[in-house]
């Protein structure tokens, strides 16, 4: 390969940045997304972003938007430059459409960004999303949200992450009171005070000021009592909180945290300015041959999501994957690893969910969807020719909704199993059997609800086949980590515990709440219980 071209590819790839959000639900994720598009020149909003309406605007209006900036936006990904960065942003579907995909895109994420409601704390969502994160040890960093409004007192908060995640933490800027009375924040390194003033909502240049601690306007500006505040924080942070070791990290054992409000984009900027600079290019990873460097001539990627198309006249599917080395150009023919033979990647590439874009050329960090005829499995790996190697699995995440599959129709068994075990194998439902019985009973479990509905939906209307979902009231769902030379007949359960298997036969049991679980756990010693299942 020529160098100039060598060079060039390397660079593209040292520039990349793959990040998702990760939050509970209204904490601000959609809001800091689209403050992070308006600097990166993707989006203008003239005006402010004032509520989810206008936000949820915005979101659909993304379509239009790439045509008009040529930006890739995506119900997976959204793509934006800035300060010569190359940025993807991995969507974490939330809400109601909070699915095993959110976990999985963050398997093909390099750091995650922890939003966080400063009135709030640490929410249920966050702390799932959070242990997917740990299990993957990736940098996170913190963005404590909504400072505009009341919010908790600051030394709390960052208690709080770490004994409620475990994850120690490390403010890179300090706020100065809240809500009506938000007067700014403290900027821990250069040591000076970015003041806030209100009613800014969605320009692009905030209008904040900017003085050094020891700037005799301190005083004014915050008002004395904040002021005398601020010093006594400062010196108990600097006393007595955890120096900011980049080494920790990236090894995800430190979050550095940042306070600010998305909405009248106070503190998005520099978060995004910091977040840039402590965050590193596509990270290598693991497969079966040892670690693979991203930056490699031969393009390497795996499957870490399927979309199904649910659009009757549209059958095909979508196979979403990250590049994790190397660089993607259209039409190129790859080694599909695990179906053992060669596919040529010509068909559609695309970023877009919805609309057809065809990606001439892609590089390692960057996420491409794929047109599937059905061959892809979540987790699967692709090459370039001339290499061989599988990355690392994706885990199956432990459902938090269980139900009877009851099929209507007997004599559509056959239509019946074919569908259910397609609709498994592309991840968006997980099945589950009695433990030494045959395929009589069908237990499905599921991360969001709403995979209930569209089991159902597609069952119906992909293979003709009514069923009927009896809920069953199990939460817990755990995989047995040392069933090798275990009976499993033989643990001692409580009498609500069902012991079940899943479609790779490894045992499992259901609980119906914890205490049921953590009762197991006592009366039979040296069990291991897994939230997640590697094979
Ligand atoms: P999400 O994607 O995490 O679910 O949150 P989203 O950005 O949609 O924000 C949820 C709500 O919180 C939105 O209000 C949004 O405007 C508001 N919000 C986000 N960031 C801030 C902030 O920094 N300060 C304040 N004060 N509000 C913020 P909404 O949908 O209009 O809800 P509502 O408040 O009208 O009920």
Redesign the pocket.
Same mark, same amino acid.
């Given at each position: 390969m020529a160098f100039k071209q060598q060079e060039s590819w390397k660079n593209e790839i040292e520039k990349r940045r793959t990040f998702a959000i990760i939050?509970?639900?209204?904490?601000?994720?959609?809001? =800091?997304t689209e403050k992070f598009l308006l600097y990166g020149g993707a989006i203008n909003l003239a005006g402010s972003?004032?509520?989810?309406?206008t936000?949820k605007h915005a979101v659909s209006d993304w379509m239009e938007i790439e045509k008009q900036r040529g930006i890739s936006v995506t119900s997976s990904v959204l793509q934006f430059n800035y300060g010569g960065f190359c940025i993807n942003i991995l969507d974490t579907p939330?809400?109601q459409d909070f699915s095993e995909d959110t976990y999985r895109t963050l398997m093909a994420a390099d750091s995650a960004v922890m939003?966080i409601d400063a009135s709030k704390g640490v929410e249920a969502q966050t702390i799932k999303l959070f242990k997917v994160c740990l299990l993957r040890q990736i940098p996170i960093f913190t963005f404590v949200?909504?400072?505009?409004?009341d919010a908790n007192d600051p030394f709390d908060l960052m208690d709080e992450i770490e004994s409620v995640l475990g994850i120690a933490t490390c403010p890179v800027n300090w706020p100065i009171g809240s809500g009506r009375e938000f007067k700014g924040v403290y900027e821990r390194d250069r040591k000076c005070i970015t003041t806030f003033t209100a009613a800014m909502n969605g320009q692009r240049e905030v209008d904040t000021k900017e003085v050094d601690l020891n700037d005799p306007q301190v005083n004014w500006l915050i008002g004395e009592g904040y002021h005398s505040q601020l010093l006594e924080d400062i010196e108990l942070l600097d006393g007595a909180g955890q120096e900011l070791d980049m080494e920790l990290v990236r090894q995800g054992k430190l979050s550095p945290v940042f306070f600010?409000?998305? =909405?009248?984009n106070f503190g998005v900027e520099t978060f995004l300015k910091h977040f840039l600079k402590m965050t590193t290019p596509p990270l290598p990873r693991k497969a079966d041959i040892g670690i693979i460097d991203p930056v490699s001539p031969d393009f390497s990627a795996f499957v870490f999501k399927i979309q199904a198309n649910m659009n009757k006249a549209h059958r095909d599917r979508i196979a979403f994957m990250r590049i994790c080395s190397g660089k993607f150009e259209a039409g190129m023919e790859v080694n599909h690893i695990q179906g053992g033979r060669k596919v040529k990647l010509s068909q559609p590439q695309q970023l877009m969910a919805q609309e057809r874009k065809i990606v001439e050329e892609a590089y390692a960090g960057d996420i491409i969807g794929v047109f599937d005829p059905g061959i892809f499995s979540i987790g699967d790996t692709l090459t370039s020719s001339g290499q061989k190697f599988a990355y690392e699995g994706i885990p199956t995440f432990a459902p938090e909704h269980f139900a009877r599959l009851r099929q209507m129709d007997t004599m559509k068994r056959k239509q019946f199993l074919k569908g259910v075990n397609q609709i498994a194998q592309e991840g968006a439902i997980q099945i589950f059997q009695e433990f030494n019985t045959g395929m009589e009973e069908i237990i499905v479990g599921v991360v969001g609800v709403l995979q209930f509905d569209v089991l159902l939906f597609r069952l119906n209307n992909e293979y003709n086949v009514e069923v009927k979902l009896d809920p069953l009231p199990y939460e817990h769902i755990r995989w047995i980590a040392n069933k090798d030379g275990l009976d499993v007949e033989k643990i001692q359960g409580t009498s609500d515990m069902k012991r079940v298997k899943d479609l790779k036969g490894n045992p499992l049991l259901l609980f119906i709440n914890s205490w049921s679980m953590g009762m197991v756990l006592d009366r039979n010693p040296g069990l291991v219980l897994e939230e997640f299942s590697r094979n």
């Amino acid at each position: 390969m020529a160098f100039k071209q060598q060079e060039s590819w390397k660079n593209e790839i040292e520039k990349r940045r793959t990040f998702a959000i990760i939050s509970h639900p209204d904490a601000g994720k959609t809001t =800091l997304t689209e403050k992070f598009l308006l600097y990166g020149g993707a989006i203008n909003l003239a005006g402010s972003v004032k509520g989810k309406k206008t936000a949820k605007h915005a979101v659909s209006d993304w379509m239009e938007i790439e045509k008009q900036r040529g930006i890739s936006v995506t119900s997976s990904v959204l793509q934006f430059n800035y300060g010569g960065f190359c940025i993807n942003i991995l969507d974490t579907p939330g809400h109601q459409d909070f699915s095993e995909d959110t976990y999985r895109t963050l398997m093909a994420a390099d750091s995650a960004v922890m939003v966080i409601d400063a009135s709030k704390g640490v929410e249920a969502q966050t702390i799932k999303l959070f242990k997917v994160c740990l299990l993957r040890q990736i940098p996170i960093f913190t963005f404590v949200n909504k400072m505009d409004r009341d919010a908790n007192d600051p030394f709390d908060l960052m208690d709080e992450i770490e004994s409620v995640l475990g994850i120690a933490t490390c403010p890179v800027n300090w706020p100065i009171g809240s809500g009506r009375e938000f007067k700014g924040v403290y900027e821990r390194d250069r040591k000076c005070i970015t003041t806030f003033t209100a009613a800014m909502n969605g320009q692009r240049e905030v209008d904040t000021k900017e003085v050094d601690l020891n700037d005799p306007q301190v005083n004014w500006l915050i008002g004395e009592g904040y002021h005398s505040q601020l010093l006594e924080d400062i010196e108990l942070l600097d006393g007595a909180g955890q120096e900011l070791d980049m080494e920790l990290v990236r090894q995800g054992k430190l979050s550095p945290v940042f306070f600010g409000s998305a =909405l009248t984009n106070f503190g998005v900027e520099t978060f995004l300015k910091h977040f840039l600079k402590m965050t590193t290019p596509p990270l290598p990873r693991k497969a079966d041959i040892g670690i693979i460097d991203p930056v490699s001539p031969d393009f390497s990627a795996f499957v870490f999501k399927i979309q199904a198309n649910m659009n009757k006249a549209h059958r095909d599917r979508i196979a979403f994957m990250r590049i994790c080395s190397g660089k993607f150009e259209a039409g190129m023919e790859v080694n599909h690893i695990q179906g053992g033979r060669k596919v040529k990647l010509s068909q559609p590439q695309q970023l877009m969910a919805q609309e057809r874009k065809i990606v001439e050329e892609a590089y390692a960090g960057d996420i491409i969807g794929v047109f599937d005829p059905g061959i892809f499995s979540i987790g699967d790996t692709l090459t370039s020719s001339g290499q061989k190697f599988a990355y690392e699995g994706i885990p199956t995440f432990a459902p938090e909704h269980f139900a009877r599959l009851r099929q209507m129709d007997t004599m559509k068994r056959k239509q019946f199993l074919k569908g259910v075990n397609q609709i498994a194998q592309e991840g968006a439902i997980q099945i589950f059997q009695e433990f030494n019985t045959g395929m009589e009973e069908i237990i499905v479990g599921v991360v969001g609800v709403l995979q209930f509905d569209v089991l159902l939906f597609r069952l119906n209307n992909e293979y003709n086949v009514e069923v009927k979902l009896d809920p069953l009231p199990y939460e817990h769902i755990r995989w047995i980590a040392n069933k090798d030379g275990l009976d499993v007949e033989k643990i001692q359960g409580t009498s609500d515990m069902k012991r079940v298997k899943d479609l790779k036969g490894n045992p499992l049991l259901l609980f119906i709440n914890s205490w049921s679980m953590g009762m197991v756990l006592d009366r039979n010693p040296g069990l291991v219980l897994e939230e997640f299942s590697r094979n």
